[in-house]
Structure formats: C-alpha cells, structure tokens
C-alpha cells in the first residue's frame, strides 16, 4: 500500500497538467521554431516595461502563463523569471553563451531536461521545468537561491544581477494586480506572436544591414545561463 502511495506522488510531481489559461495551453501543442520565428538571427534588446513587453508578445506571454500553471510555478514568479532572462519575451533575445528563447535555454539544458530549446514552445516548458525545480529548492522569492539555481552563472556579479533583476520584476509583478491581469488577459485572446526584432519594440544592440542575419553582441553582459550550463564548442550549440 505504501509503495502505490509513492507511485501516485511520484507521478503526480511529473505530469503537467492543464491550467487555467486554454489559449496558452493550445499554443504550447504547437512546434514553432525559433529560426523560423527569427529569420535575422539573435541578439540583444532593449525589453521597454514589463506593460509594454506583456503587450508586445501576447503569445509567448500566454505560453509562459500556462507552462508556469502547468508545473505548479507561481505565474508572476515565471513571468518575472522570463521578462529578464528573454529581454522581455522576446523569441529572438540570444547570446553568444548560446542561450536563446524565452527561459534562454542552452541546447545541453534543453536536452538535459528533455526538450528541444530550438523549439519556441519547447524552451518555454524546459525553462519552466528547471524554473519549478529551483522554487522547489529555493522557494518563490528566495532571489540568491533562485539566481544560483537557474542563472548559476560563474561570472563575478552575474548572479547578483539576476537575482535584482528578477527580484524587480517579481515585485511589480506582485504588488500591481493591472499587471497580472494583463498577462492573464493573453489566456483568452489569439493575438499573433510578435517575437521578432521589427515588432517586438526593442532594439537590436548589434546588428548588420536589414536584409543580413543579426550579429550577436560582443559587448555587454549576456544573457544569464542555467545552473546545468557550460560554454560549449560552437558545434555542440
């Protein structure tokens, strides 16, 4: 009898289950690549506010709700995680590190976690995976936990930077109810995706002529890595 008590747990800590935002939940179904999404390649942008960024990208901020519902993540803890990881949802934020996505995901972490980060839907529930496994350990505003547990960056300051960053977000998040609403808004609409450089809002912090792929920044901090990251050989990214 104990041991079906432990299976039932067991299974029950694994499955995803359906959340309260069907639009997102739809939309995760689907297997959009980020090239596709992103024919100028990645880079650097500047997110806007997190009003302006929930605008912007209706459709990454539905899947980012209903992933974060799915896996038992507090929805403004997975927003505020995302907006400052992703430059503000942005499908086509990406570092030279590797990163790219919505939880800016390395091809190792994806695969680690059982997901393709190349895949737009798939990073957001690979991010949101490693996301509810560190709240697991750390609990929702445990922000130098978290940042050691996702971020877990090697760089001096990195990690305390995620950390404010992430801990700022979260707390506007939290404290403005318009702002939660608004994302939750996204679960109901079937707005379009708006996660490329010339619709998103931000701009591009390096870049070539409009019609050549983005060049990746080779200034600035990149964007934070996960804990299970390390720099690899541009083959293995």
């Given at each position: 009898?104990?041991?079906?008590?432990?299976?039932?747990?067991t299974?029950?800590?694994?499955?995803?289950?359906?959340?309260?935002?069907p639009?997102?939940?739809?939309?995760?179904?689907?297997?959009?690549?980020?090239?596709?999404l992103?024919?100028?390649?990645?880079?650097?942008?500047?997110?806007?506010s997190?009003q302006?960024?929930?605008?912007?990208?209706?459709?990454?901020?539905?899947?980012?709700?209903?992933?974060a519902?799915?896996?038992?993540?507090?929805?403004d803890?997975?927003?505020?995680?995302?907006?400052?990881?992703?430059?503000g949802f942005n499908?086509?934020?990406?570092?030279?590190?590797?990163?790219?996505?919505?939880?800016?995901?390395?091809?190792?972490?994806?695969?680690?976690?059982?997901?393709?980060?190349?895949?737009?839907?798939q990073?957001?529930?690979?991010g949101?995976?490693l996301?509810?496994?560190?709240?697991n350990?750390?609990?929702?505003?445990?922000?130098?936990?978290l940042?050691?547990?996702?971020?877990?960056?090697?760089r001096p300051?990195?990690?305390?930077?995620?950390?404010?960053?992430?801990?700022?977000?979260?707390?506007?998040?939290?404290?403005?109810?318009?702002l939660?609403?608004?994302?939750?808004?996204?679960?109901?609409s079937?707005?379009s995706?708006s996660?490329?450089?010339?619709?998103?809002?931000?701009?591009?912090?390096?870049?070539?002529s409009s019609s050549?792929v983005?060049?990746?920044?080779?200034?600035?901090?990149?964007?934070?890595l996960?804990?299970?990251?390390?720099?690899?050989?541009?083959?293995?990214?």
């Amino acid at each position: 009898m104990r041991r079906s008590v432990v299976l039932v747990l067991t299974l029950g800590s694994t499955i995803a289950f359906a959340s309260d935002c069907p639009n997102g939940d739809n939309l995760l179904k689907n297997n959009t690549s980020l090239s596709q999404l992103c024919q100028k390649g990645f880079g650097q942008f500047n997110p806007g506010s997190l009003q302006q960024a929930i605008g912007n990208q209706p459709t990454n901020v539905a899947m980012i709700t209903a992933a974060a519902e799915q896996r038992g993540v507090p929805v403004d803890l997975a927003l505020a995680v995302s907006y400052h990881e992703s430059e503000g949802f942005n499908s086509c934020a990406g570092s030279d590190t590797g990163v790219k996505g919505p939880m800016q995901l390395t091809q190792r972490t994806g695969n680690s976690l059982g997901y393709n980060r190349d895949i737009n839907e798939q990073n957001i529930m690979g991010g949101m995976k490693l996301l509810k496994q560190c709240d697991n350990k750390c609990g929702d505003t445990a922000f130098a936990c978290l940042s050691a547990c996702y971020n877990g960056s090697p760089r001096p300051g990195e990690q305390a930077g995620w950390a404010r960053g992430v801990q700022n977000a979260y707390g506007k998040l939290h404290n403005d109810p318009s702002l939660l609403a608004s994302a939750m808004s996204k679960c109901s609409s079937s707005g379009s995706n708006s996660s490329c450089p010339d619709t998103a809002g931000g701009v591009v912090a390096s870049s070539t002529s409009s019609s050549s792929v983005t060049t990746l920044p080779s200034v600035g901090a990149p964007p934070a890595l996960a804990s299970s990251d390390i720099v690899v050989a541009p083959t293995q990214i």
